[in-house]
């Protein structure tokens, strides 16, 4: 069975573990690099994970971009969103219909 997590700082993501989410905390790009590939490894179909620390480590983000899974779904963190969120499902959306939607 498919499993959920969330990964970011532990403001920003501590409050997901009362929806029953798997809450993985970091706070530096090497420890979120090595903790995104590990939950890709470990059977989770969707890892949200916060703008700032995806911001840190794009590189890596990218990797998962066109995979089935996991499907990595930047939100906001707990200074709010830096639209990488909304431009990220824009590309997907674009790609799908393969044209410019906005």
Same mark, same amino acid.
């Given at each position: 069975?498919?499993?959920?997590?969330?990964?970011?700082?532990?403001?920003?993501?501590?409050?997901?573990?009362?929806?029953?989410l798997?809450?993985?905390?970091?706070?530096?790009?090497?420890?979120?690099?090595?903790?995104?590939?590990?939950?890709?490894?470990?059977?989770? $179909? *969707? +890892?949200? @994970?916060?703008?700032?620390?995806?911001? /840190?480590?794009? !590189?890596?983000?990218?990797?998962y971009?066109?995979?089935?899974?996991? $499907? *990595? +779904?930047? @939100?906001?963190?707990?200074?709010?969103? /830096?639209?990488? !969120?909304?431009?990220a499902?824009?590309?997907?959306?674009?790609?799908?219909?393969?044209?410019? @939607?906005?």
């Amino acid at each position: 069975m498919y499993k959920i997590a969330v990964l970011g700082d532990r403001d920003s993501v501590l409050g997901f573990k009362a929806l029953g989410l798997e809450v993985v905390f970091a706070e530096d790009a090497d420890t979120a690099r090595h903790t995104l590939h590990r939950l890709a490894k470990e059977n989770y $179909a *969707v +890892i949200y @994970i916060t703008e700032q620390l995806a911001q /840190l480590i794009s !590189g890596e983000v990218d990797r998962y971009k066109d995979s089935v899974t996991p $499907a *990595v +779904i930047l @939100i906001p963190g707990k200074t709010g969103s /830096l639209g990488l !969120g909304q431009a990220a499902l824009q590309s997907a959306v674009e790609r799908a219909v393969g044209a410019d @939607i906005s």
